[in-house]
């Protein structure tokens, strides 16, 4: 059974790096599917930040692209998040979640299954 | 605002067939297939069906999902209680080349 978990600080300065790292049982992110990272402000939807491949090929949201690295420790079993120069606005709760990807002429993806989430506040 | 549109609320009363629209554009539910997610108050979101209608398993019969030209549709039937959550559509986007969420759809059992 694949289970997913956030971990990282719970407050983050204006203007700092907020940091979270997600560790992976049950399944090797090595042997395969994208690893993603998805946000929701308290009482919003869902935002998708990006995903990363056990390689290391990425996908980023556009709007968070200049802000946002993904990467992926495969001997941890584990993949992480950065996101700069954060304002309150990047207050959220942020999950991750294991990223079916397949870009073809029907692009299908879905994320499953997902982390229980860790809320990140922004505030001095 | 959302990619996808979302009605933000539904209702319906136990037994009943509710059904949650999502509406996008041709770079996204017009090319793509959609996915729908469940969450429950307090909790992280569920797949609850993939590729348009298929379900994952341990997910009742009673959500089917369909698609037609650039919208999509989530019904429930026989209603119960613990159906009472927020519903996301979600789907890739070949101008955004990645996933886009519609706003979610708060369902309340009555």
């Known amino acids: 059974q694949v289970q997913l978990q956030e971990s990282g600080p719970g407050l983050v300065k204006p203007s700092e790096t907020l940091s979270l790292t997600c560790a992976v049982s049950?399944?090797?992110?090595?042997?395969?599917?994208?690893w993603g990272w998805i946000r929701q402000p308290p009482g919003k939807g869902l935002e998708w930040i990006g995903s990363?491949?056990?390689?290391?090929?990425?996908y980023y949201n556009p709007s968070l692209k200049s802000r946002v690295t993904i990467s992926v420790d495969t001997s941890k079993n584990q993949f992480s998040l950065k996101l700069t120069s954060v304002t309150a606005a990047d207050t959220a709760v942020y999950y991750c979640?294991?990223?079916?990807?397949?870009?073809?002429?029907?692009?299908?993806?879905?994320?499953?299954?997902w982390g229980q989430g860790t809320l990140v506040t922004v505030s001095s | 605002q959302s990619v996808l549109t979302q009605p933000p609320s539904a209702s319906g009363t136990p037994g009943q067939r509710v059904t949650i629209s999502c509406s996008g554009s041709?770079?996204?539910?017009?090319?793509?297939?959609v996915n729908w997610y469940q969450q429950l108050p307090g909790t992280a979101p569920k797949l609850l069906i993939y590729?348009?209608?298929q379900r994952p398993s341990g997910v009742p019969d009673r959500f089917s999902g369909s698609k037609s030209g650039t919208s999509a549709s989530l019904a429930i039937s026989g209603l119960q209680s613990e159906d009472e959550a927020a519903y996301y559509c979600?789907?890739?986007?070949?101008?955004?080349?990645?996933?886009?969420f519609g706003g979610g759809t708060k369902l309340t059992v009555l």
């Open positions: 979640a294991r990223h079916f990807v397949a870009v073809t002429a029907s692009s299908t993806n879905w994320f499953d299954p």
């Open positions: 049950g399944y090797s992110i090595s042997s395969g599917y994208y």
């Open positions: 990363i491949y056990h390689s290391g090929s990425t």
């Open positions: 041709s770079s996204n539910i017009g090319s793509n297939t």
């Open positions: 590729s348009n209608n």
């Open positions: 979600a789907a890739w986007d070949d101008s955004l080349n990645g996933p886009v």
